[in-house]
């Protein structure tokens, strides 16, 4: 059975779909079968994985309206083991017309359940708000990811989401939790990153990751060629941050590495030398 994570944050530019992304297919570059959800009508993350937007014609907006079953809207993507429900930009209506629809706030997770034994780990990266599309990828998650950009306000929202999970936990979803908060555009020469740092450590102890994501040039600019950073660069820092902050979510999650398809157990240099062989 899946491990269903919503990746979240209302503040934008945080890294958060930078981070669905890559930590997707770090995933299942390290052999573990991957759903990415693209919830967000930006659809950004369906391009950073390298599905344009004339390929979108079966998206999550129609499998949430029921014109299809979630399982025809799934695509392949260049990393083995990585799958994609992409968005479109009709999706920007979702949240007027899903609220005459019964238990609209359950909607995502009923359409997810039948797929959820076919992969280990299904990541869905959210819009930038806590409106319908949000709280439907909060009811469907075991846990919430949450991408933090070290910089001044990064505290500021926080709460804010902090307490719209625990409304969902109490009301809709009893078994949601934080499984992270994830530092991002980290810069180690700036004194109010590290600033920030100590002080979400300070407030949030065990929920923050220990993996740092650094601002990083090759991780910005991967997404305009469709591509994770494993396929782009990596060698770079980015690349190296991501594999690592896999393999602190998946001792977190305590799920066993898995076979790799094919058909030996993967391992981090083997899992690099696949994205190279990629670019």
Known sequence: MATVLAVTNQKGGVGKT??????AAALALGGRSCLLIDLDPQG????GVGVPP???????????LGEIE?????HETAITNLHLVPASSEL????????GIYERNRKLLSILEPLLKRYEYVLIDCPPSLGLLTVNALVAAQGVLIPLQAEYYAMEGLSQLTHTIDVVRTGLNPGLEISGIVI????????????VEAEVRRYFDQAVMQTKIPRNVRLAEAPSHGLPIFLYDVKCSGAAAYLELSRE???RTRRPAAKARTG??????????????GR
């Open 18 to 23: 930078t981070t669905s992304i890559n930590l």
């Open 92 to 99: 920007i209506g979702a949240e007027v017309e899903l609220v």
């Open 44 to 47: 950004n993350a369906s391009s």
């Open 249 to 251: 979510l998946v001792r």
């Open 54 to 64: 004339d390929q979108r014609e079966l998206d999550i907006y129609r499998a949430l």
């Open 184 to 195: 991002t555009l980290f810069d180690t020469r700036n004194t109010i990153c590290h600033q």
């Open 70 to 74: 979630l399982e025809q809207a799934v």
């Open 264 to 277: 030996g157990a993967a391992t981090d240099s083997a899992a690099l030398a696949a994205g190279e062989a």
